[in-house]
């Protein structure tokens, strides 16, 4: 049977972060992302916010979402067997711009290089590990909100990397679950690539996954708790798409794949990784983050989400205040 690549790019990852002012702070203003979102979690009786940040529409490979858990108290255990850090894409040339502001926020700035990539590492006010990674052919459009001209600007997701106690264990997850290309080794780290990625004439930025090796750390957190990355989305392009990767997955073994679960902007399945990372294979709504929010008027306002519609007054009052 001719193998096929449903998995496009990245969709959004989602963080679970400090307080909620200091998380849309951080990303307003610090990274210069556009706000596009601003909901509550979907799942359990508590609420939580849902905070949605990238380009001006939203779009997929662009998104890095957040739950601020500082309200409710609960506090994760960063470690291996999750993904543990963001890598975000920026124009090669932007990158002493970049220090240099993150430096003068206050930020701790440090350069690395992998896979012989020019990155500036630095931590949420959390103490989640970022990156920004100097890319010299991302044609991705981003947000420019004046004070970070747009040719300096994020992109959007390049990378994420997981954190493994061992490589093995994921190889046939990725390259047959995940329909990745494992491209190339640097020192403990293995990438993957997927979608288009991998072909010659396409950027990577978006398309990749890293892994780390860190046997040394202890087991991080899954539950949603401060400080942590909670899953990482993928895109596919159908419900066809979606179902193919359910079926190949369940097929090697997985079969904790969720059913389909609709998240208002988008339908998604998940499925806890070998590594031990939370992967979301979805689907975009047509009109993505269009459906409840004009293209010009996106995260103006906050969007109840339909299991709390009946509890409204009650989330509203609950929510600690955020000021935008
Ligand atoms: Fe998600």
């Not at 403990?188 to 991998?198: E, L, M, P, T």
């Not at 009109?287 to 519609?309: A, H």
């Amino acid at each position: 049977m001719a193998a096929t690549a449903p998995i496009r790019r990245h969709h959004h990852i989602t963080l679970c972060t400090g307080s909620a002012q200091e998380d849309y702070d951080f990303h307003t203003q610090v990274l210069s992302l556009k706000s596009v979102k601003k909901t509550a979690l979907y799942d359990g009786d508590v609420p939580i916010y849902h905070l949605y940040f990238g380009n001006d529409l939203g779009e997929e490979s662009t998104l890095v979402t957040t739950f601020p858990m500082r309200q409710s108290g609960r506090k994760a255990r960063r470690g291996t067997g999750q993904v543990r850090w963001l890598s975000l894409s920026v124009p090669s040339s932007a990158i002493g711009f970049w220090r240099k502001r993150l430096t003068e926020h206050g930020l701790a700035v440090r350069e690395s290089s992998r896979f012989g990539e020019r990155a500036l590492q630095f931590q949420h006010p959390c103490g989640l590990d970022y990156e920004l990674v100097g890319i010299a052919d991302d044609d991705r459009k981003p947000y420019s909100n004046g004070e970070v001209p747009s040719e300096l600007a994020i992109r959007g997701t390049h990378a994420i990397v997981v954190s493994v106690r061992e490589h093995e264990t994921s190889n046939e997850f990725m390259t047959v679950g995940w329909s990745a290309q494992r491209v190339a080794e640097d020192g403990r780290f293995v990438r993957y690539v997927f979608g288009d990625g991998a072909g010659p004439h396409s950027g990577q930025s978006g398309k990749i996954v890293d892994f780390a090796l860190e046997p040394e750390l202890p087991q991080a957190s899954w539950t949603y708790g401060e400080g942590i990355v909670h899953h990482c989305a993928f895109q596919v392009d159908d419900y066809t798409a979606q179902d193919q990767v359910k079926f190949r997955l369940e097929g090697l073994g997985y079969t904790d794949c969720s059913e389909r679960k609709d998240r208002g902007y988008f339908d998604s399945i998940y499925v806890r990784t070998p590594a031990g990372a939370l992967f979301e294979a979805t689907v975009s709504k047509p009109g993505g983050m269009t459906v409840d929010e004009k293209v010009d008027q996106l995260g103006t306002s906050f969007q109840i989400p339909p299991p709390f519609r009946h509890r409204t007054k009650e989330l509203m009052e609950y929510l600690e205040p955020l000021n935008y």
